[in-house]
């Protein structure tokens, strides 16, 4: 007979063991067998690996589970409302192929619906393609969407296309190593703050990124090319905007939109209609960017103003400044900008102009007027009309001007990847 103390130590060992949870499952779905009912029968935490194969399926995910895809299966809507709706917190997906949403802009269909609550939802190492929206992201916070490959519907106009993710009244996503493209914009983020967005490639769409309303926000490494615009950031604060390459957009690489407070750093802009689009702009620090070949290195506009504007190199762009002001505006007072159509001397070789760089002066606006007269700008003739405008201020007009410009730029040259394949835009 077993004493009372070995008898309390089998009572405690029970007790531990029926309060621990249940090992998770993995559970194996082959094709002809019924996804949804999978996943309705498995337990929370489990994992749903779904074999090679297609499903045709709209299936809805309301626990915390893994949907896990095996050598890439094929999701397909059939064409009808979402081909994945995700409404419980803790979900991941990847490895799937998923395709075919409905097309109605009204129910915002889209491959992957990440509803309201759905927090934490990782999104990984999938292909979504043709879907009206391939994510849709509404009040979800912690979302992880990384290394996905999304492409929209390409054989429609881009107004009746949705978005590639559409990010909206979140917090904390991760946007993450995606290539998007054939969409209508191929990140649309709205109201979502304190999020990452780095190393995606966005292309062949409206716009690379339309964002709006939204603060403390990181974007890095992204390439935006091939779009009519590049990366639009309108009515936001606290940005940090480094390192990106926006080229071979038909209108803007980075257009800066009413911003507040943020930095704009170490960014490649090149080959676009405008470089930099900047409107309503206050208290941004614009620093260490190559602005090369565009046909407007910068559009200044809407009294943009009280901005730390350092270090900058503006090469070869056909107008370096397109500016509207009723005053001058002052860029470059600590350490100067470069500026590859400056014309002025460097008498004690400390690397800095001996005159300021105006931009828009008498002969810039000339030349806007009159290309064929660039055959002569480095005539004395010019030179010598250029020498008249700051002279005689009756000739001139506000202007972008930097008191220091440097003879060399400030930052090595910097490659950016092309892409041959013309814009639909």
């Given amino acids: 007979?077993?004493?009372?103390?070995?008898?309390?130590?089998?009572?405690?060992?029970?007790?531990?063991?029926?309060?621990?949870?249940?090992?998770?499952?993995?559970?194996?779905?082959?094709?002809?067998?019924?996804?949804?009912?999978?996943i309705t029968a498995a337990a929370p935490g489990d994992t749903v690996e779904v074999q090679r194969g297609f499903f045709r399926v709209n299936l809805r995910i309301d626990k915390q589970l893994t949907l896990r895809g095996i050598d890439r299966p094929t999701l397909s809507g059939g064409q009808t409302g979402d081909t994945i709706r995700v409404t419980a917190p803790?979900?991941?997906?990847?490895?799937?192929?998923?395709?075919?949403?409905?097309?109605?802009?009204?129910?915002?269909?889209?491959?992957?619906?990440?509803?309201?609550?759905?927090?934490?939802?990782?999104?990984r190492h999938n292909d979504l393609t043709y879907n009206l929206f391939g994510l849709w992201i509404e009040k979800a916070n912690d979302v992880q969407v990384l290394h996905n490959t999304i492409t929209g519907l390409r054989d429609v106009n881009s107004s009746q296309r949705g978005n590639g993710v559409?990010?909206?009244?979140?917090?904390?996503?991760?946007?993450?190593?995606?290539?998007?493209?054939?969409?209508?914009?191929?990140?649309?983020?709205?109201?979502s703050h304190h999020a990452v967005f780095r190393g995606n490639?966005?292309?062949?769409?409206r716009y690379g990124t339309h964002y709006m309303n939204s603060y403390y926000n990181l974007w890095e490494d992204n390439d935006t090319y091939l779009n009519r615009g590049g990366l639009a950031l309108m009515e936001v604060r606290d940005q940090v905007v480094r390192n990106n390459r926006a080229w071979g957009n038909s209108d803007h690489g980075i257009m800066l939109r009413t911003l507040q407070d943020s930095v704009i750093e170490n960014n490649v802009v090149a080959e676009n209609s405008r470089g930099f689009f900047i409107y309503d702009v206050e208290y941004i620090t614009l620093r260490g960017n190559l602005v090369t070949r565009n046909t407007v290195g910068v559009h200044l506009s809407a009294g943009s103003?009280?901005?730390?504007?350092?270090?900058?190199?503006?090469?070869?762009?056909?107008?370096?400044?397109?500016?509207?002001?009723?005053r001058d505006e002052r860029w470059g007072t600590e350490g100067g900008n470069h500026w590859s159509n400056y014309l002025g001397w460097d008498r004690d070789g400390n690397g800095v102009g001996d005159v300021p760089y105006e931009a828009n002066d008498m002969v810039d606006r000339l030349t806007w007027r009159h290309p064929a007269i660039k055959l002569l700008l480095a005539s004395p003739a010019v030179q010598a009309l250029r020498l008249v405008g700051q002279q005689f201020p009756v000739l001139r007009v506000p202007t972008v001007v930097d008191p220091k410009p440097r003879m060399q730029p400030n930052q090595p040259q910097r490659n950016f990847q092309r892409d041959t394949q013309p814009s639909p835009h």
């Fill in 201 to 205: 490639r966005l292309h062949h769409s």
């Fill in 166 to 191: 559409q990010l909206y009244n979140t917090t904390g996503a991760r946007i993450e190593g995606n290539h998007i493209s054939f969409v209508r914009d191929a990140l649309y983020v709205d109201v």
């Fill in 305 to 326: 103003k009280n901005n730390k504007v350092e270090g900058n190199d503006f090469i070869g762009n056909r107008e370096q400044v397109r500016y509207v002001g009723a």
């Fill in 90 to 123: 803790d979900v991941v997906i990847e490895g799937l192929i998923v395709r075919d949403s409905g097309t109605s802009l009204k129910d915002q269909n889209a491959g992957i619906y990440i509803y309201p609550g759905a927090h934490r939802a990782v999104v």
């Fill in 1 to 38: 007979m077993k004493s009372p103390l070995a008898l309390a130590a089998v009572a405690m060992a029970l007790a531990l063991w029926t309060a621990l949870p249940a090992a998770a499952a993995t559970v194996q779905v082959r094709p002809g067998q019924d996804l949804q009912a999978a």
